[in-house]
């Protein structure tokens, strides 16, 4: 990124302002980044927001996954990827799903059990015209039937579509349905023995 000429003003209150708006705008916004330079794939990892320390597991690589995509989220988490047999929380859960994959809904459920507090799932999926592309109101669909909430859609390969998926914040922090429990008594309904 290369700064204007004039500069961030230290005397413009509004100039680390509009620069952290502009950062959140780009994590809600599609962006165009192309795998093909490896810059592209750089840039999709900063998109979905990957940040240094953090722990991704990768599910549903295959021969057809963007491997420069998949190093690039690597390098931006400084370390290596782990799989299904990794027996802690993760950050972010990268999944790579095609059409014919089975059911998404399943899938998205299974990908939030390893997830901290907080974490991210990151759904990558064909493109439109390539084989298993997956539509995305199927994404749309799947998503709030697993708990999780489209927050960005970005372009992160070549042949690749990257959704970025959360769980809201009260269900991820308890785990629990947040209606409570259906049979609670009332507490007329409730008898004391004052014996």
């Known amino acids: 990124m290369t700064a204007s000429a004039a500069g961030p003003d230290a005397s413009t209150p509004s100039g680390g ?3 952290d708006a502009s950062a959140s705008q780009s ?4 962006s165009t980044a192309s795998s093909s330079s490896g810059d592209g794939a750089k840039s ?3 998109a979905f927001g990957v940040t240094y320390g953090s722990v991704v597991m990768e599910l549903g690589y295959d021969d057809d996954a963007d491997a420069a995509l998949s190093e690039s989220i690597e390098a931006a988490a400084g370390s290596a990827v782990v799989d299904d047999d990794y027996d802690d929380v993760v950050d972010v ?3 790579w799903w ?3 994959d089975g059911d998404l809904v399943d899938a998205l459920v299974d990908a939030i059990g390893p997830l901290a ?3 991210i799932i990151l759904l990558l999926t064909p493109k439109p015209g390539r084989e298993g592309h997956v539509e995305s109101e199927d994404i749309a669909d799947a ?3 697993a708990g ?3 927050t960005s859609t970005i372009n992160a390969a070549a042949d690749w579509t990257g959704t970025r998926l959360t769980a809201p914040r009260a269900n991820s922090r308890t785990g629990k349905n947040l209606a409570g429990p259906k049979d609670k008594p009332r507490s007329d309904d409730r008898h004391f023995d004052d014996e």
């Open 17 to 19: 302002a509009s620069q």
């Open 27 to 30: 994590t809600t916004s599609v």
């Open 44 to 46: 999709s990892a900063g």
């Open 93 to 95: 859960v990268l999944l």
């Open 98 to 100: 095609r059409d014919g």
């Open 117 to 119: 507090d907080g974490g």
């Open 143 to 145: 998503a709030p039937a």
């Open 148 to 150: 999780l909430q489209v």
